[in-house]
C-alpha cells in the first residue's frame, strides 16, 4: 500500500510540487518509515527544507541491538531531478554544495553517526566503523529511492570526502559517480607522505621561515607559555590531557607546520621574522588557528574523529627529528595528531581496512572525480587514479583545504571537470550556476 501511495505521488502530484505545494513532498515524506521531519524555511536562500530525523540501527548486521536517530537535511527541487546525496565527515550543515548547484538536483545533507544530534543515549565506541556508517548512507539511499528514481551522485568535503569515498567503496552500485573533495586516505596511523609534503611544500625560503618560527618559539617556551596561560585563563581552557600546558604548547608548535598549509591563508611573506614572541604567538594564533585545538574541550569534541583515524582511517603525526633537542615535554616516537581522550577503548589500528580500500580504488575505483589543492597539506597522501579505472583527479594549482572548490579551477578544468561529469553520469552540468 506505501508502495502504491509513492508512486501515485511520483505520477500525480508533480505538477502541484512544480508549483510550490511542499505538501505533496510532505505526504511522501509521512510515507517513508522510521522517518520524522519538520519544515525549515532558509534564510540565506529562501528555499523551504525539511531537517529529518532517520532511524538508523547501531548495528546494521543485529538492529535489535538498539537505534539512534540520524540528522539529514533535505533540499527538494523536484521528484523527476537527480539526488546529491552530501556525505560528511562530522555534523551536518544546510548550506548547499557545488555539485548540487551544478546538476540542479535535490541534496540530501548526511550527518556522520555520532556527530551533533546524530548520537545513541549511550557511545557504544564498537559501532562507530567505517562499515556501520557507510551501511546508514545505504539505508537512506535505498529510502529515499522511492522519492527520487533518477540518478544518484553522491560528494563531500574533507572527511566528509572520504565517506563518500568509502561509500562507493562498499556500495559502488549505489551512486552513479562519487566526487570528494580534498579527501585523503592514509595509509597508516602516521602517513610517511605528510612528512614528504611539508618537507617539499612551497618555497625552501618559506619552509625555511616556518622553521625559524617553531625553534624560537620552543627556545622561548617559557615566556611564551606564560604569554598563553593569560590567554587560555581568559578563554576558560584546560590541558588535562597533556598533563599541562607546557606539553600542549609543543604540540601546537609542531602542528604549525600541517595547519599553516592546510587552512593557513597568511602569506609566506606575512610570516614575521622579527624574533618577537608576542607577534610569533599571534601569527600563531590568528593566522593558523589558536592552542584550542589541544584543549580538553576539542579533544572531547572531535573524539570520535579521533577514534576512528587510530582505529581504521589512519592519519598524520608529528616527525621530532628536527625539533628533539628544543623539546622539554615531548619525548620518545613521532606523536600522533589523532587525540583521542583517555576514556575512550584503545582499540588497535586495523592495517587491513585501508590496504583492502586502496586496492580496490586502484582497480575497480570507478566512477570517482577527486578534487585537491596543491597546497593543503592533505594532497600529500590523496588518491592518483592508475590507468585501469575510470576516475580522474583534478589538483587545483595553489589552493588550500578552504579554496580546493569548482570555483577555483580555472575556466578550462571547469569546463574539463564538467565533460566527465557528463560523460560518467549522462547528466547536463550548468557552470553558470556557480556564480549565482
Not at 308 to 334: C, E, F, I, S
Amino acid at each position: 500500500m506505501k508502495f502504491l501511495l509513492s508512486l501515485f505521488l511520483l505520477c500525480f502530484l508533480l505538477p502541484a510540487q512544480a508549483q510550490g505545494d511542499d505538501a505533496a513532498l510532505e505526504r511522501a515524506l509521512f510515507d517513508l518509515p522510521g522517518v520524522q521531519f519538520q519544515r525549515y524555511a532558509d534564510p540565506k536562500d529562501g528555499r523551504t527544507k525539511f531537517i529529518l530525523q532517520v532511524k538508523q540501527p547501531l548495528d546494521h548486521q543485529h538492529p535489535e541491538r538498539g537505534h539512534f536517530y540520524q540528522k539529514v537535511v533535505l533540499t527538494h527541487k523536484g521528484f523527476a531531478l537527480p539526488t546529491v546525496m552530501e556525505t560528511e565527515g562530522y555534523e551536518g550543515r544546510n548550506s548547499g554544495n557545488e555539485i548540487e548547484k551544478l546538476l540542479g538536483a535535490n541534496n540530501l545533507n548526511v550527518e556522520f553517526r555520532y556527530f551533533g544530534t546524530s548520537r545513541p543515549d549511550s557511545l557504544q565506541w564498537q559501532y562507530l566503523t567505517i562499515e556501520q556508517a557507510v551501511a546508514d548512507l545505504h539505508h537512506i539511499r535505498t529510502l529515499f529511492a522511492r522519492l527520487y528514481p533518477n540518478q544518484w551522485v553522491t560528494t563531500g568535503i574533507s572527511r566528509g570526502g572520504q565517506t563518500a569515498i568509502y561509500y562507493k567503496r562498499f556500495y559502488p552500485d549505489d551512486v552513479s559517480l562519487a566526487i570528494p573533495y580534498v579527501a585523503a586516505i592514509p595509509n597508516g596511523p602516521q602517513d610517511p607522505r605528510i612528512y614528504t609534503f611539508l618537507d617539499t611544500v612551497g618555497t625552501p625560503e618559506c619552509r625555511r621561515k616556518l622553521f625559524e618560527v617553531q625553534k624560537f618559539l620552543l627556545q622561548h617556551q617559557d615566556a611564551a607559555v606564560n604569554k598563553l596561560k593569560w590567554y587560555a585563563k581568559g578563554k576558560g581552557l584546560t590541558f588535562t590531557h597533556f598533563g599541562s600546558l607546557e606539553k600542549a604548547f609543543e604540540m601546537y608548535v609542531l602542528e604549525y607546520p600541517f595547519s599553516f598549509w592546510q587552512i593557513g591563508f597568511t602569506p609566506c611573506e606575512a610570516i614575521p621574522t622579527n624574533r618577537n614572541v608576542d607577534d610569533y604567538l599571534d601569527h600563531l594564533l590568528t593566522g593558523v588557528g589558536g592552542i584550542e585545538f589541544m584543549a580538553d574541550k576539542s579533544i572531547n569534541q572531535w573524539a570520535a574523529h579521533s577514534y576512528m583515524a587510530r582505529t581504521q582511517q589512519g592519519y598524520y603525526g608529528y616527525d621530532l627529528a628536527r625539533y628533539r633537542k628544543y623539546l622539554r615535554h615531548v619525548k620518545g616516537p613521532n606523536p600522533s595528531g589523532a587525540l583521542v581522550p583517555d576514556s575512550l577503548p584503545n582499540t588497535p589500528y586495523d592495517p587491513d581496512f585501508t590496504a583492502g580500500v586502496l586496492h580496490w580504488l586502484e582497480t575497480q575505483g570507478n566512477g570517482l572525480l577527486y578534487i585537491y589543492g596543491s597546497t593543503d597539506t592533505w594532497s600529500g597522501p590523496r588518491v592518483i587514479p592508475s590507468a585501469a579505472v575510470n576516475a580522474k583527479s583534478f589538483l587545483i594549482p595553489g589552493a588550500n583545504h578552504y579554496v580546493a572548490r569548482v570555483k577555483a579551477m580555472s575556466p578550462a578544468m571547469q569546463q574539463e571537470f564538467a565533460d566527465a561529469i557528463t560523460r560518467m553520469t549522462g547528466l547536463p552540468v550548468n557552470l553558470g550556476a556557480l556564480k549565482k
